[in-house]
């Protein structure tokens, strides 16, 4: 019989049919078209100069690549095919990336490296100074490494003493960056540290990437600690080393940045001391040098006290003299407000006052009477005025008015038209008219 499958049926069998088959496979091709949706999820396409695949990294798998992917870049792939359904597509579901030519970590710390230098913690301007004797010494590094061995040997060889504080950390591994992270922060706060060394020993790329990771770099950046970075051998670099205050080649040379030799640090002591008895004793001679020369100009101190004690009677007399004047000047003083205070009583002020507004109201009535006379004078000449103006008062002379029906005043004959009706206005009344005949003046 023939067998007929719908299109979901038959998209299952190839699914099976390729992911059973071919298993785990490894790609090797070229990035494009590639996608960064806000899932997390990374999509894009696998080809080479033939053919292409879609391909597809999911979340947790992005989160675990040691870079990030570019466009264009050339990578080693494994992962399983697999059936994309709903377009019928086959893809790769990748577990793993790696970029070829070059390796992941490498050039996940150049990647990191300018991103960390693009935000400027490589500047000069962030490095803190070393304290010149440290009060107190913070390492943060592997309690059981070699590291920590020659720290201490060299710092009790060079100035024993110091206070020592270690942090305990691993040193590499998944947990690594954040526990040295932790670390920094913590003894960062501790105020009787003031020099934090983070160490370890040499290694492999990969068992110092710890020391590579963004949220140490971060933990070292912000720390308000002077740090001195001390990873691996003198020709191994680690981001730390660039974003701290210092970088020591070797967890030995740190301790030899750290603290002075004890004999050198007397023996500077022993000469700024020696240089600053000599000042001292410079000073002194000066000093009694100038004492000497105003001790022969100081004079008899007998004549010095008959000197102050002739000014101390004159002071007194001129005393005597301004307080006799100030008396005298208070007493007029006196005198004076207790007249001004006479004339200033309430009952000769309210007399006084009111003397003044009976002077001011007769002012006010005959200012206002002359006012109103004044006023009704000007009106009646502007009565006059305006009478002798008005075009009423020529028909008291005999004189009569024509207008139209709309009130408006016909002077002229040209505004006249044969049978138009208009009113002649006399002194005495009106008249109604109409035009017969239009005889204009040559």
Known sequence: ????FSVSALTRRIKLLLEDNLGQIYLKGEISGLSRPASGHL???LKDEKAQISAAIFRNQAQGLKFAPEEGMEVLVSGRVSVYAPRGSYQILVDSLEPIGEGALRLAFEQLKNKLEQRGWFKEEFKKPLPRLPQGIGIVTSPTGAAIQDLLQILERRFSGVPILIAPSLVQGEHAAQMLAHQVTVLDARPEIDLIL???GGGSLEDLWAFNEEVLAQAVHEAKTPIV??????????LTDFVADLRAPTPSAAAELAVPLKEDYFLAMSEAERRMKSALSQRLAMLAERLGQTQKRLKSPQWVIQTHSQRVDELGLR???????????VRHR???SQESLRHQ????RVARMGEQLLFTEERLQSIMMRRIGEAGHRLSRLAS?????????????GYALAQDNAGRLLEKAEQFTLEQPFTLRLKDGEVEATTQRINPLD
């Open 1 to 4: 019989m023939r067998q007929t």
């Open 43 to 45: 999509y894009f396409t």
């Open 198 to 200: 983070l160490a370890r």
């Open 229 to 238: 970075s001390a990873v691996g051998h003198e020709t191994d670099f680690s």
């Open 319 to 329: 005393l005597k003299r301004a307080w006799e004047a100030k008396a005298n000047y």
């Open 334 to 336: 006196f005198e004076k």
């Open 345 to 348: 009583a309430p009952v000769v």
């Open 385 to 397: 005025l305006l009478n002798s103006l008005s075009p009423l008062s020529v028909l008291e002379r």
